[in-house]
């Protein structure tokens, strides 16, 4: 039983980390000119569904698929990528995200049912309740909020390593202010989208 559940998560962290090296070639178009990219976002996905041991070692596979190479860091590849990048902190910041987020999912969402034992000696399955249910809802939102805080707030350290001569104002201008609205329509899709698969697993 333990094996099948270790070969059940091998497998889901292999699938993550190919979504998420998927992810930079699928772009939505917003109205603004910035378009919504989801690689980001299947990055705290993985951290979220799989939890912080297994999500992080999702983005580091991606992370090893373009070090070595492979055009999955938008189109480019490279360990350079990562370190001499305007990206490399949003790189790092992925990983970093798909721990922190996962890390609040992990201890704090409870969505198993409890397995409860009968005086006969039989067992039944009692469902998560509804005020329970509620309650994950918002830690699942915390954890996905938290993500994307921590993944932001990487890139801007590393975007600003890159280019120390821009003012702050600047730095927020270029990487923060206009993936807003995308960043806001991507925690609309993450949480339902992390609820409903969490479940499913």
Known sequence: MKN?????KAILTALFAALISAGC??????PGGI???????MSMLSGLILGPLYGTISVFLFLILGSIGLPVFSGKGGINVILQGPT???????????????????????????????????????????KRNIVNWIFIAA?????????????????????????????LAAV??????????KLIIMIPLAKKIRSAI
Not at 4 to 8: E, F, G, M, P, Q
Not at 25 to 30: E, K
Not at 35 to 41: C, E, F, G, K, N
């Open 25 to 30: 070639y699928i772009q939505i178009p917003l």
């Open 143 to 171: 954890g996905a909020i938290t993500a994307t805080v921590v993944a932001f707030t990487l890139g801007i350290i590393g975007f600003h390593r890159v280019k120390p001569d821009l003012a702050m104002s600047k730095v």
């Open 4 to 8: 099948n559940s270790l070969s059940k």
């Open 88 to 130: 490399g902190g949003f790189l790092i910041g992925y990983m970093a995200a798909a721990f922190a987020g996962g890390l609040i999912v992990h201890f704090l969402v409870k969505d198993k049912p409890v397995i409860i034992e009968k005086e006969d000696g039989s067992t039944e399955l009692q469902p998560v309740s509804s």
């Open 35 to 41: 378009p919504i990219v989801i690689q980001d976002m």
């Open 176 to 185: 923060l202010i206009p993936f807003i609205p995308g960043n806001t329509i």
